[in-house]
């Protein structure tokens, strides 16, 4: 009978090395399936435990004064270790100090098995949100009531623990089989627990393992074959009765009557039934997504054609599917069917997956334990999208060796099983089709194909439609992209795929003539392209030294330019040895064809041959398509483009990207989207400027369309729920230095946080002024209160927010990313503070071209494209605060041109009608504790 001991430890400090000790110890000891005892005690540290540290545990000197020190407590715990797995979250700190007090103490450290439920959550919930015991107890409902505790972490991490080997034993046979190959690999000493669960499932007479089919050795979940169930079919009922009816009301709990989401709705439905674009402002609070869903699936029904939907983030595509279809369809009379298909990229390959579970050429850690999520989730998806699974940086790498390709079109073994197949079948008898910005932009780049034929969009998000078409319809190229291609190849005697096609075609003295050819030609390109970028990076840096909001260099540059002669010549010596490199593995690709003719492969092998020659293919596509954009970037000139380099201030001197787009997508959006389609209806919560469209109209190419227009006005009462907040002491910019602004403004920051006790996201418009704000405000903020920065803790924007709703007494700081996207609803967020109004850089380079574009008009950059921009961002900005009707929340902003110039008035004039108070800061801040 296996027996495991789950333990916890808090500690002074990260560090036993450095000085820091056990403040408190806990264990769970499982046996026979369940906890059969527990142990916890305080351990006397000796020295005082850092404020941070008694902040976070609640546990105080006093508390641990009388407590006994480590060596009393270590005969018990290691009387419970004999024969016992031990367990942590995150074992190796957990027995790293365990061990380094134990040797401290005279006894020997613990040498037994380990399991890191870290690790296993990560193999057997590949789809969870994160992986941290707070997040995970959430997710799975464990009892944790106090995180940083060891009692309570240790008995949630045992609950957790019974929950991974309930999913072990529930798996089918062949992915354990699958996972026991892998298990040496792990941190876990999982491999003899595998071991045992296949001899249970051998000794079981029924062998049926449901809901799952097994296909060439990979289990995979049967729903996903499920068509989608379609109700009774009720007879067609028009637009107009179903608005009447209020279908709404009996569909939707807690429904509110909403005249702003009815107005909506039938303008989508009068611009999709008269054939004409559409542009809707809807703020915020309007049921934007019914507002859109309603009238398109009345549309799609009474036409008998799809209509397609486009958003910018994969969250509101989730968001739509699973939360806004389902009320859809107890809302409609009738059936609907709705889909959402996103680009290759997404969709895992099986064809690819099975090679490479068979013979992995660059095997290590990092692969087996992403090889492991998916073989678990397999078993469950019904989508086969990579959005679903929560992969690691480079789990995210190995992901794109197996995502569906081009070359997966057409028959192949796996075609009945495809999961991008499937969707885009789905997709073709669907009458809602969901999809992303970058994929409709990618189907009019291809000539469509990839999306079923359709005349009728709805673009959700769309300020941010001109960004998706000038991202999807540019070109983008760094060294990292040659550097992995150069270390998968490797090397004949280091590893890599020359030396597994070494090692398995050996008998062929051609193929091993080529491969040293191979390794010569790809070592010669791999030097003249670090070269390069070397050379790139250096001449970024001495044309300017300034850091852009995301902490690099950019410069633009113009390829027929003369002082670019050196770097052509630097990169026409890259194009030249990698076109040289090319020949060879083209040549040894044409070879290795020709091996199973010329030699008898058995079957173990055969796989092994399937995947060298893959992968070569691969190599060939990528270094190919990486060599041609290099070439377009560097050597070949566009009219309406702009090109540029970003160079960066950290890590290896050869981290350098290349990047060109088209600076106005206008015309391109106008014959090959709106001329082509019968009704493209555009939405979002900040389309105009000072109440009028202009600007997008303009922008995106609509100007000669008949165009329905619509601005709603948000239905939350802002005057109850939020105040805009001016202070009229906070120094110019232009009047100050820098350091003298920046000093003020933090300041401010501290003061206004004791009122309101964290609940604060600050925006930055430069990454420069957030991270020496960070510097300053760290110093003088209370120990208590924890201060997340953008940049400057690691993270994605959705991890940042996550950490600060998860403290009580928190302030955040972010830059451009945080003015749009972030939802913090409710009391987590009660004050947003803006250093500076968000004026664009004149610096970005698609800035810069299109100002130097308009001037050459005759125009005011300033007036036409600076303040409309800086206005969008404000409105988005001032749209993080009231997410819901119960929210209350004020808006500060500490950039006096706000009230001081004459475009100021401008930005409050856009924002819904709210107090608007001026004062000094002391004035506001007593303003501020009085109102919230």
Known sequence: MERFVVLDVETTGVSYKKGDRIIQLAFVVIEGGRMVERFM?????????????????????????????????????????DKAYFVAHNVNFDLTFINDELEASGYAPFEGPVLDTVELSRLMYPTADGFKLTQLSEEFDLDHTMPHRADSDAEATAMLLLDILAKFKSLPMVTLQQLKKMAFA??????????????DKERAINQAEE??????????????FEEQLVKPQKKNIPFESIIKNNAMESAITGYEDRPEQKQMM??????????????????????????????????????????????????????LLKNDVPILEEILPFSIRATLIKGRGHYISLQKFEAIIGEDPYENYDRNLTKGQILVWLTETITGDVEELNLSTAGKRFWNEISVGIEDEGSNTWYPYCFYHFARNKARKADIIITNHALILSDLEEGSGILPAYKQLIIDEGHHFEQAASNQLGMRLDYLTFSQLFNEAGSIDGG??????????????????????VEHSAKEAKAEVNDLFLYLHHWAYRKKKKQNERGKVTVTYDPRHDELSEMKEIASRSIFTCEKALEVFMTLAERMDLYPTDYSLPDKSKRTYNVVVQSVAQIVDRL??????????????????????????RG????????????????????????????????SATLTVGGKFDYVIHNLGLEDFPLLTMVIDSPFSWKEQAKLMIPDDVPLLNKVDERTYIETIVLHLYRLSQITQGRMLVLFTSYDMLRKSHELLKDILDEDFMLISQGVNSGSRSKLTKSFQQFEKAVMLGTSSFWEGV???????????????????????????????????????????????????????????????????????????VNTTRYGKLFIKSLPDVDVVEGSIAELEEDLKNWL
Request: hydrophobic fraction near 40%.
């Open 41 to 81: 005690t305080y351990v006397n540290p000796n020295k005082p435990i850092p404020p941070f540290i008694q902040s976070l545990t609640s546990i105080d000197d006093n508390m641990v004064e009388s407590a006994p020190d480590f060596s009393e407590v270590a005969p018990t715990l290691l009387q419970h270790l």
């Open 186 to 199: 792990y941190r876990s000493d999982i491999k003899p627990l595998i071991t045992e669960w296949i001899h």
């Open 211 to 224: 809901g799952i089919e097994v296909y060439r050795g990979i289990a995979l979940s049967k729903k996903r």
């Open 266 to 319: 039938s303008l989508v439905h009068e611009s999709l039934s008269t054939r004409q674009h559409g542009l809707i402002e809807a703020g915020t609070g309007t049921g934007k997504s019914l507002g859109y869903l309603v009238p398109a699936a009345c549309f799609a029904k009474e036409s008998d054609s799809p209509v397609v939907i486009s958003t910018y983030t994969i969250q509101l595509q989730e968001q």
């Open 496 to 517: 890599g795929l020359l030396s597994n096609i070494s090692r398995t075609l050996f008998e062929d003295q051609k193929i091993n003539s080529i491969i040293k050819d």
């Open 624 to 649: 190919h398509e990486a060599k041609k954009t290099l070439e377009e970037l560097l050597l070949n000139w566009e009219e309406n483009t702009v090109y540029w380099m970003e160079a960066e201030t």
């Open 652 to 683: 290896p001197k050869q981290t350098v990207t290349l990047q060109a787009r088209p600076v106005d997508v206008s015309m391109i959006l106008a014959d090959e989207l709106f001329g082509k389609k019968d009704s493209v209806v555009l939405t």
């Open 823 to 897: 939802d913090i609803p409710g009391e987590d967020l009660t004050l947003l503070v803006m250093a500076r109004l968000p004026f664009t850089s004149p610096d970005e380079p698609i800035y810069k071209a299109k100002a130097e574009m308009l001037e050459k008009e005759g125009k005011s950059s300033f007036m036409k494209l600076a303040i409309p921009q800086a206005i969008i961002r404000f409105k988005q900005g001032f749209g993080r605060l009231i997410r819901k009707k119960t929210d209350k929340g004020a808006v500060v902003v500490l950039d006096r041109r």
